[in-house]
């Protein structure tokens, strides 16, 4: 699974929510995947972090400013 991209992560990801939120799963099957749904989500996570580290590492070598986290504005939530 560590050899998909994020973008790939995240389409299986978003299947597996649609199958979950369709609630036509037997039990057993939902479980297998909500679990394949956390490492999808934990794999994405970890490439995310993975490209903000390679970001902010280009940014310091050029002598630019660190990135700062990202704060949803009240127009983004809505």
């Known amino acids: 699974m560590s050899d998909l991209s994020f973008e790939q992560a995240m389409q ?3 299947k597996i929510v649609v199958q979950l939120e369709q609630g036509e799963l037997p039990l057993e099957q939902a479980l297998e995947q909500f679990e394949q749904a956390v490492k ?4 994405s996570q970890q490439k995310l972090q993975q490209a903000e ?3 902010s590492r280009l ?4 002598g630019q400013e660190n990135l700062t986290p990202f704060q949803p504005s009240a ?4």
């Not at 940014?59 to 050029?62: C, G, I, R, S, T």
């Open 12 to 14: 299986q990801l978003e």
């Open 59 to 62: 940014l310091q070598q050029q």
């Open 40 to 43: 999808l989500s934990r794999l």
């Open 75 to 78: 127009e983004d939530e809505a």
């Open 53 to 55: 580290q390679k970001v």
